[in-house]
């Protein structure tokens, strides 16, 4: 029996490539190479050569000429070129009725803007509705900058109030530009509705930003002015950091650049940083999500109640108790709202388990974790115990020996536990409980998958850096990692004044330079400056103790106070 050859059945991988490709597929080809090459000319070339040869043209050849035409219309040498391709390949387009997209829009709006007409920009992105095509911040920023760059103020406006209908954020270069507008136009009240929105929208500003803004305050006294009860109770209302009502103060402004040192205290001013919580429409928000996914995913009744530990045949007394259908903070949380942090027991008693054999350990619940937790955190809180949240099976093991027996009911006898019921995952609990007690969360647990499931919002990880409390244990010695004392945003203070931080290249934020920018009288070291309190003057340089108490303070982080709980803040 013959052998059949290899040769005869050749597989899909030997067989020849095809290497024809018809005009309009090789005229794309070419294009991109002249896009990816950045050769203008040789692209017009191209295009010119499909004129001639009558070469069926489609979306994508325009899109990549435009693109192409639209990189060189700010470059001197070729400006006039590209800006006489674009418009002749654009109207070649329509003339066709190929209907442009997102990006033929774009390239068309940084082309009208080169040649310095913001108004057809801002025509062009408008008319993409037509196509029923959503335009993107990038379509917007030609006509943006453009109406920017020639101080035609409330056209810019009107630009920057479309893109808040289309949904869309403002980012650091947008809201510079108009900051920047508005300062040249002498609009004091949009410089400081922006210098919000920058705080919204950045943690840092980078160089060109800080410029913008020395610019505005050094040239700038403002007169206006707010009640001191009002402000205070607006930075509470607010979670810390800024107020919102305005101007505050009078006469010329202090500009300097300085650092913060560990505690939180600015080297400039010897202003205090706060570390800036989220607000109390987005605590009730935060409370509510994981309300309502706890109940998604929760069997209801345990987590309307709490369960009370008596059904566990144990002589426990009910600590929380939530009401599901409405989610609104039950009795017993009202009443007993003084926990200055809550306790994730499981996440303690696991520490360091994540081995294949590895489990919750009642050894290490008992000692050295949970309970040298619990009395850290007292003596922390000024002899205020917190609040354990723990699964019932867990407790069931501590309560089935006898020497660990008397340690749990020391902790009942204290108020500090409250058990999970069977079929409930723990981590509801807690986090509902840290959420509308306000208060601190000692946990490991990076709380990842609530990330993406509650909120797909940035105030979440604004709310663990000001409520998560993290722990180690170095040869069997407990330490906490409590929060920051501060928080790297740009702040506004109740006396007026404002503290920028600025873009840093290393991670040791000791190096970071900040913004100081404070009025006459408006800082602790008034007498110590001399004549820079009467004029702007900007300072560079490193942190300076100028005052003799703040050369011997040091950040102990053993007599850290307890920050989480905002106690001024309305139920």
Same mark, same amino acid.
């Given at each position: 029996?013959?052998?059949?050859?290899?040769?005869?059945?050749?597989? /899909?991988?030997?067989?020849?490539?095809?290497?024809?490709?018809?005009?309009?597929?090789?005229?794309?080809?070419?294009?991109?190479?002249?896009?990816?090459?950045?050769?203008?000319?040789?692209?017009?070339?191209?295009?010119?050569?499909?004129?001639?040869?009558?070469?069926?043209?489609?979306?994508?050849?325009?899109?990549?000429?435009?693109?192409?035409?639209?990189?060189?219309?700010?470059?001197?040498?070729?400006?006039?070129?590209?800006?006489?391709?674009?418009?002749?390949?654009?109207?070649?387009?329509?003339?066709?009725?190929?209907?442009?997209? %997102?990006?033929?829009?774009?390239?068309?709006?940084?082309?009208?803007?080169?040649?310095?007409?913001?108004?057809?920009?801002?025509?062009?992105?408008?008319?993409?509705?037509?196509?029923?095509?959503?335009?993107?911040?990038?379509?917007?920023?030609?006509?943006?900058?453009?109406?920017?760059?020639?101080?035609?103020?409330?056209?810019?406006?009107?630009?920057?109030?479309?893109?808040?209908?289309?949904?869309?954020?403002?980012?650091?270069?947008?809201?510079?530009?108009?900051?920047?507008?508005?300062?040249?136009?002498?609009?004091?009240?949009?410089?400081?509705?922006?210098?919000?929105?920058?705080?919204?929208?950045?943690?840092?500003?980078?160089?060109?930003?800080?410029?913008?803004?020395?610019?505005?305050?050094?040239?700038?006294?403002?007169?206006?002015?707010?009640?001191?009860?009002?402000?205070?109770?607006?930075?509470?209302?607010?979670?810390?950091?800024?107020?919102?009502?305005?101007?505050?103060?009078?006469?010329?402004?202090?500009?300097?650049?300085?650092?913060?040192?560990?505690?939180?205290?600015?080297?400039?001013?010897?202003?205090?940083?706060?570390?800036?919580?989220?607000?109390?429409?987005?605590?009730?928000?935060?409370?509510?999500?994981?309300?309502?996914?706890?109940?998604?995913?929760?069997?209801?009744?345990?987590?309307?109640?709490?369960?009370?530990?008596?059904?566990?045949?144990?002589?426990?007394?009910?600590?929380?108790?939530?009401?599901? /259908?409405?989610?609104?903070?039950?009795?017993?949380?009202?009443?007993?709202?003084?926990?200055?942090?809550?306790?994730?027991?499981?996440?303690?008693?696991?520490?360091?388990?994540?081995?294949?054999?590895?489990?919750?350990?009642?050894?290490?619940?008992?000692?050295?974790? @949970?309970?040298?937790?619990?009395?850290?955190?007292?003596?922390?809180?000024?002899?205020?115990?917190?609040?354990?949240?723990?699964?019932?099976?867990?407790?069931?093991?501590?309560?089935?020996?006898?020497?660990?027996?008397?340690?749990?009911?020391?902790?009942?006898?204290?108020?500090?536990?409250?058990?999970?019921?069977?079929?409930?995952?723990?981590?509801?609990?807690?986090?509902?409980?840290?959420?509308?007690?306000?208060?601190?969360?000692?946990?490991?647990?990076?709380?990842?998958?609530?990330?993406?499931? @509650?909120?797909?919002?940035?105030?979440?990880?604004?709310?663990?850096?000001?409520?998560?409390?993290?722990?180690?244990?170095?040869?069997?010695?407990?330490?906490?990692?409590? /929060?920051?004392?501060?928080?790297?945003?740009?702040?506004?203070?109740?006396?007026?004044?404002?503290?920028?931080?600025?873009?840093?290249?290393?991670?040791?934020?000791? @190096?970071?330079?900040?913004?100081?920018?404070?009025?006459?009288?408006?800082? %602790?070291?008034?007498?110590?400056?001399?004549?820079?309190?009467?004029?702007?003057?900007?300072?560079?340089?490193?942190?300076?103790?100028?005052?003799?108490?703040?050369?011997?303070?040091?950040?102990?982080?053993?007599?850290?106070?307890?920050?989480?709980?905002?106690?001024?803040?309305? /139920?």
């Amino acid at each position: 029996m013959a052998t059949p050859s290899h040769h005869q059945n050749p597989t /899909p991988s030997t067989k020849k490539k095809k290497t024809h490709k018809n005009p309009e597929a090789n005229f794309l080809y070419e294009l991109n190479s002249c896009s990816k090459s950045k050769d203008l000319k040789a692209a017009i070339s191209l295009y010119d050569s499909a004129l001639s040869n009558n070469t069926r043209l489609n979306q994508s050849h325009f899109n990549t000429l435009l693109y192409l035409c639209s990189t060189f219309a700010t470059d001197p040498d070729s400006k006039d070129l590209a800006l006489r391709y674009g418009f002749r390949v654009f109207d070649h387009m329509m003339a066709l009725n190929i209907h442009p997209n %997102e990006a033929s829009i774009t390239s068309i709006a940084r082309l009208s803007a080169a040649k310095g007409d913001g108004d057809y920009a801002f025509e062009m992105v408008k008319k993409l509705g037509d196509y029923q095509v959503s335009p993107r911040l990038r379509t917007y920023e030609p006509a943006l900058f453009c109406f920017c760059q020639k101080l035609e103020a409330e056209k810019a406006y009107d630009v920057e109030e479309d893109i808040d209908k289309m949904g869309l954020s403002l980012e650091e270069p947008q809201i510079a530009a108009l900051l920047k507008l508005s300062a040249n136009t002498w609009r004091g009240e949009r410089v400081y509705n922006y210098l919000h929105k920058l705080r919204r929208s950045v943690r840092w500003v980078s160089e060109e930003t800080c410029k913008v803004l020395e610019d505005w305050f050094c040239c700038k006294a403002s007169e206006i002015g707010s009640d001191v009860g009002s402000v205070k109770e607006a930075i509470l209302r607010n979670g810390g950091g800024w107020h919102g009502l305005g101007w505050i103060g009078e006469g010329k402004w202090v500009v300097k650049k300085g650092n913060v040192e560990p505690n939180g205290r600015c080297c400039c001013c010897g202003e205090q940083l706060d570390c800036v919580d989220i607000d109390d429409v987005e605590t009730e928000k935060f409370a509510l999500s994981v309300a309502g996914l706890a109940l998604e995913r929760e069997v209801k009744a345990n987590f309307r109640e709490f369960q009370s530990c008596r059904q566990l045949g144990l002589d426990f007394r009910p600590l929380v108790q939530v009401d599901a /259908p409405n989610f609104v903070v039950p009795d017993w949380l009202e009443k007993n709202a003084d926990y200055e942090a809550i306790v994730d027991g499981a996440n303690i008693g696991l520490y360091q388990q994540n081995f294949a054999e590895g489990g919750f350990s009642v050894l290490q619940v008992v000692y050295p974790t @949970l309970d040298a937790v619990i009395k850290e955190m007292y003596t922390r809180s000024g002899n205020k115990w917190p609040l354990v949240i723990l699964h019932n099976k867990r407790v069931r093991a501590l309560l089935e020996n006898p020497s660990h027996r008397k340690l749990v009911e020391e902790w009942m006898a204290n108020g500090v536990l409250y058990t999970t019921p069977h079929g409930s995952n723990d981590d509801w609990y807690w986090l509902y409980a840290t959420v509308k007690l306000r208060c601190l969360l000692v946990t490991n647990d990076e709380m990842r998958d609530h990330i993406f499931e @509650l909120l797909g919002s940035s105030f979440f990880l604004k709310w663990k850096e000001r409520h998560q409390v993290r722990y180690t244990f170095l040869k069997g010695a407990l330490k906490l990692q409590m /929060p920051p004392a501060y928080s790297i945003v740009i702040q506004e203070s109740e006396k007026g004044s404002w503290h920028v931080p600025i873009v840093c290249e290393s991670d040791e934020e000791s @190096l970071r330079s900040w913004l100081c920018i404070t009025r006459p009288g408006g800082c %602790e070291d008034e007498g110590k400056t001399g004549s820079t309190m009467e004029t702007c003057e900007i300072v560079n340089g490193p942190c300076c103790k100028s005052s003799e108490n703040r050369n011997n303070e040091k950040c102990d982080d053993k007599t850290t106070s307890m920050t989480g709980k905002r106690k001024e803040r309305s /139920p």
